[in-house]
């Protein structure tokens, strides 16, 4: 995915010259394209978020359309009042890219790894957050994000994620993304637990429940449309996401549910990662085995949830 | 448009600084306002700014090519609003509405809510780093404007200060200039001794800048200093620190850090207004 950022990226830049790429030190050769072609417009502002931030800030005042990238512990986790002020109060158009946001570098501890990227950036008024679920995704989010008049976050993984798209998908900001239809049950999932989200369906397909499978890449805006359908629709709504169950996904959708003046009829069931920190080492696959996000636990839980509901 | 033909001597410019600081004193009493003695040691290096340095539009405030100009201090917005005032931004009479209920006229000052107002501030340590995307964004763009930045001396306890303090120079913006109100106090104490700031000019000197030191209630100086430093451009960003006294121009609130949260009184209004020679 990040490649995918790095290609579509210098691809824009050619096009449009108000792009300008600012990067925290990380990912060693992997500008060295856009360097080349527009070294004006690349800088490495060093292991400085909170200055890299305002520093975006500035530059979008002045017309351009900055892209901000390092891992999201640290544009987003280090830089939070940089972003609410500079970026989101000015409603200044300059996209985040995290890097590894979720589970993704677990391997690295605790501070590389951010269960808590969505909620922050959620929280704040006139952002724009989205978990693409692959390369093909996060190459339409960059280009979407481009349209958009305020700060924009995006989430992506690293590298070698697995790719549910086979082409473009028609990608909009706020609008999910059908990737496979069913009758029985709507599992909504965001970000880079998409594969593992599909191989669950299938496993749930396996034993007679059919799934209608969404990358809900768009957390803010919700997609109010699709989400009014599901829960009318289906007995069960479930979201997956490697995310906090504070403020992620799930918890924007229990807040929508919850401000909806008649009860939707269909059961809200939320999967992510529980209230607290990792405190060894352990790799993505290990993590995401420890917090029941793989497809077997996916689909075993979503069946125990499912036959008390239907 | 440069501005020392906007003023015709230095006693003028004494004389519209004193006019400024009666104002400011008078709104901070009717407004109730605080951050009184911070507002008052940098007025001298606003009016040397906008009335002898920096070339802006006021009936344009959104030309290309002005100067830009960050009040990084945001807590000395009464100062800036009553200088932008005074310079054509906007009638002098609106800053009366300052920090009233639904004011657009706000305690640190908001972007777009004010015509000259160029970045939110308030929260300090931001304005230096939005500066320094405003003076990459001219290089970028081969514009020719300059970036001002006014900080405090308290504000430089802020680490992000000191991020920006390596970015400025290793991008070479000679187009940056930051000025520091060094009144040598914040809001609880000196301010060298709750952070270890001086020697400032030898730190910033240190991280790549061309630093200089002068008296921020010189105005004279200071316009000759800015003005050297803006026309002969060097690739090193700038930084002036401007020695100021905190609360100046009224003895009573001179370097008396009370001032930074005290709200005059309406007699105290009456004797400052006295001592500043404004009725």
Same mark, same amino acid.
């Given at each position: 995915m990040r490649d995918a950022f790095s290609v579509e990226l210098t691809d824009l830049a050619g096009s449009d010259p108000r792009i300008v790429l600012l990067m925290g030190? #990380? &990912?060693? =050769? /992997?500008?060295d394209r856009f360097k080349e072609l527009y070294p004006d417009r690349f800088f490495n502002c060093g292991i400085a978020e909170s200055n890299m931030i305002s520093v975006a800030a500035g530059l979008a005042m002045n017309g351009f359309r900055p892209f901000v990238y390092t891992f999201s512990s640290f544009d987003v986790g280090r830089p939070f009042e940089q972003i609410r002020v500079d970026l989101a109060f000015q409603n200044l158009p300059v996209v985040i890219i995290g890097l &590894? +946001? %979720? *589970?993704?570098?677990?391997s690295l501890g605790p501070t590389h790894y951010i269960c808590e990227d969505l909620a922050i950036t959620r929280a704040l008024p006139h952002m724009t957050v989205v978990c693409p679920a692959d390369a093909v995704e996060t190459r339409a989010a960059i280009r979407a994000a481009l349209s958009e008049e305020g700060p924009v976050y995006i989430r992506i993984g690293k590298k070698n994620e697995p790719v549910i798209h086979k082409s473009l998908p028609d990608f909009v900001i706020g609008k999910g993304i059908t990737l496979e239809e069913g009758t029985d049950i709507c599992i909504l999932g965001t970000g880079t637990i998409l594969p593992a989200v599909i191989e669950a369906a299938h496993h749930l397909r396996e034993s007679g429940i059919k799934s209608w499978v969404?990358?809900? =890449?768009? #957390? @803010?805006? $919700?997609?109010a449309g699709l989400l009014e359908e599901a829960f009318s629709d289906y007995p069960l709504v479930v979201t997956v996401e490697e995310?906090? $169950? #504070? +403020? %992620?996904l799930g918890s924007a959708i229990a807040e929508w549910i919850s401000d909806q003046q008649i009860p939707p009829k269909g059961h809200l069931m939320r999967i992510g990662i529980p209230d607290e920190f990792l405190h060894y080492a352990v790799n993505q696959k290990t993590a995401r085995d420890i917090y029941s996000l793989t497809p077997d636990k996916l689909a075993e839980a979503v069946r125990v949830h499912y036959s008390k509901v239907r | 448009m440069t501005a020392r033909s906007l003023i015709p001597d230095e006693k003028a410019l004494e004389q519209l600084s004193s006019q400024i600081r009666a104002e400011i004193i008078e709104t901070a009493h009717k407004t109730e306002a605080m951050h009184l003695g911070g507002c008052l040691s940098c007025v001298d290096i606003l009016v040397a700014l906008y009335f002898g340095c920096m070339s802006v539009r006021p009936e344009e405030p959104d030309w290309q090519d002005r100067d830009r100009f960050i *009040?990084? @201090? +945001?807590?000395?917005a009464l100062a800036w609003y009553t200088v932008l005032a005074h310079r054509g931004f906007f009638p002098v009479e609106q800053v009366l509405t300052f920090n009233k209920d639904k004011s657009l006229f706000t305690e640190h000052p908001v972007w777009k809510n004010i015509p000259g107002v160029e970045a939110t501030s308030g929260s300090l340590g931001h304005g230096l780093g939005i500066g320094s995307g405003m003076a990459l964004a001219a290089k970028i763009s081969k514009k020719s404007y300059r970036t001002f930045v006014l900080m405090s001396d308290g504000e430089c306890d802020e680490g992000s200060v000191w991020e920006s303090a390596l970015f400025a120079p290793t991008h070479s913006l000679g187009n940056l200039v930051a000025i520091i109100d060094y009144n040598k106090w914040q809001a609880c104490g000196r301010s060298n001794e709750i /952070?270890? *700031?001086?020697p400032l000019k030898q730190k910033f000197s240190a991280f790549g800048w061309a630093s200089y030191e002068v008296d921020g209630h010189d105005t004279g100086a200071m316009i000759d200093l800015f003005q050297s430093v803006i026309t002969s451009p060097e690739q090193r960003p700038v930084v002036i620190i401007a020695h100021t006294v905190k609360g100046k121009g009224v003895s009573f609130m001179e370097d008396d850090n009370n001032w930074h949260y005290r709200i005059p009184s309406a007699d105290e209004v009456v004797k400052a207004h006295q001592e500043l020679g404004i009725r």
């Open positions: 030190d #990380i &990912g060693n =050769h /992997m500008f &590894g +946001g %979720g *589970l993704t570098y677990s969404v990358s809900f =890449h768009t #957390i @803010k805006p $919700l997609d995310h906090s $169950l #504070i +403020g %992620g | *009040l990084s @201090k +945001g807590h000395a /952070m270890h *700031l001086s």
